[in-house]
């Protein structure tokens, strides 16, 4: 009994079925490693951004400071 010439005996066809299922794993934890690595980036540039805020507010908070001090030694420097 001879064995039927199928597609599936191909060598090339054998061979991508077979390593099917390995590729797909790769892929799958390729992807799974992009979205954490892609979600990290984002928390990231979050985290810089409310830095950048914080620090913008502190540089206001500290120039409102400086100009009621400046206005403070003009006041003692007037009333000399």
Do not use: Y
């Amino acid at each position: 009994m001879e064995i039927p010439n199928l597609p599936i005996f191909d060598p090339i066809v054998f061979l991508v079925v077979a390593l099917a299922p390995f590729v797909m794993v790769v892929l799958i934890v390729a992807i799974v490693h992009w979205s954490k690595t892609r979600a990290k980036e984002l928390e990231t540039h979050r985290e810089l951004r409310v830095r950048e805020i914080e620090h913008e507010q502190k540089m206001k908070e500290m120039e409102i400071e400086k100009a009621k001090l400046e206005l403070e030694k003009t006041k003692v420097s007037t009333s000399l």
